[in-house]
């Protein structure tokens, strides 16, 4: 079970990396029942990157995978095409990252939005090694 | 018309078709009003598939087809390009199979997700034959 | 964790009661995330209480308990007046109720909707009684 | 305008007085926009109000007062009939407060959701009170 410790620590991670790289993110991060469990917005971020960091976290554990990996199979052509509109809304280009407890359990998902879709999952990921 | 016993029947062959291949999947049924009749998550099955198994299982029984035929239509420069933006979402690659009676009547659909798309659509199928 | 077994068990305990006091049911069976684990829609029950009882297990769920308590607290002047507007629409008159697993920990909740909301709340809490 | 560190100032104040009253919140900060800036659910807080929390917070900074003095208003026979119908949705009962800078300035606002509305108004308050 995710704790609000645990979110604060992926958060924090994530604020550091983002500094570190000299970029602005929306952060998010969701319990394993894909709920919000805390949310930071840097100072001049993005303000549409708000939705799509939440969205980010939710499509990564809602399919346990980093959202960037569904998003290569959602293009024209692909197996899951369009999928981006189940859920509410997906969000399937890279910036979303499972996060898992020691033991190696899923837990839940961190999403990152702000920059390049380079620099968001770099970001996410930071935030998952805290853990 | 479809019961509850029927859409009961297509989701344990649904069930036990997901066990032979290995896979852990969302199925849901509705009726010929698109309505939902059934579901079942199966233990460890992708949670963003709920709601797709659900739009999978109304947009076969929308167009009385299966999705996959739709999905060829609607990919950019096709007829129904983004058709997916309707109803409140659809979904438009395999795993919803239109549902018959014995007289060949639609009386509704399934839809399954939860793994490959071919996989989805093998247990969809199968779901499809109970009646 | 909710289990699908569980969440049959509880449908069929409450499809049995429900057909005992002679009503048509749909029920709905939520885990601890508020994501729906399993349904049922009995043969003639009104189609706007597919949504009900979903709404209803949902609402459970999200504030840990009967659907009826928080509905005597949003009545008008009373403390959570049109609560009912947050969560995607909640459902505050009985027939929701939350469930528990052996240890006393809540799992999920189910929501039942068909008939009065006094036989509503029976099927639910014949429901619950099957973990 | 709102800093990620002012409203983590905030959220920190609020978890500090839900602790000290024993209760479990869900605690959102917006900025002058009505955008989130930060959010923190509490170990355990219910579920339902994650959303509540955020709603709050809007409602308060959408109308810069509590939201417990829109919900007179919004009662049966009074001026604002039903204004929670707005905005995808307002929460006008208490625990949504107002944030001000040293000058006074509206700058945007924290709600707070997980006890009665009594608790939520205390711990927002108290929110509201470390910038």
């Known amino acids: 079970m995710m704790t609000l410790a645990q979110a604060e ?3 924090a991670a ?6 570190a790289i000299d970029t602005k993110m929306n952060i998010a991060v969701v319990d394993a029942g894909a709920n919000l469990v805390a949310f930071a917005r840097m100072d001049g971020a ?3 990157s708000l939705d ?3 969205k980010k976290a939710k499509t990564a ?3 346990d995978m980093n959202t960037g990996s569904i998003g290569e199979l959602s293009q024209p052509g692909q197996p899951l095409y369009n999928i981006e509109h189940s859920n509410n809304g997906l969000i399937t280009f890279p910036g979303g990252v499972v996060l ?3 033991s190696g359990e899923i837990i839940g998902a961190v999403g990152v939005s702000g920059s ?3 620099n968001d999952h770099t970001v996410a990921e930071a935030g998952s090694k805290a853990l």
Chains 1, 2, 3, 4 share one sequence.
Do not use: C
């Not at 994530?14 to 500094?19: H, I, M, Q, R, T």
């Open 9 to 11: 620590q992926v958060i």
């Open 14 to 19: 994530a604020k550091e990396k983002s500094k």
């Open 61 to 63: 554990r809602y399919f």
């Open 100 to 102: 898992k407890n020691a």
């Open 52 to 54: 799509i960091a939440i």
């Open 116 to 118: 390049s879709v380079d």
């Open 46 to 48: 993005w303000l549409g």
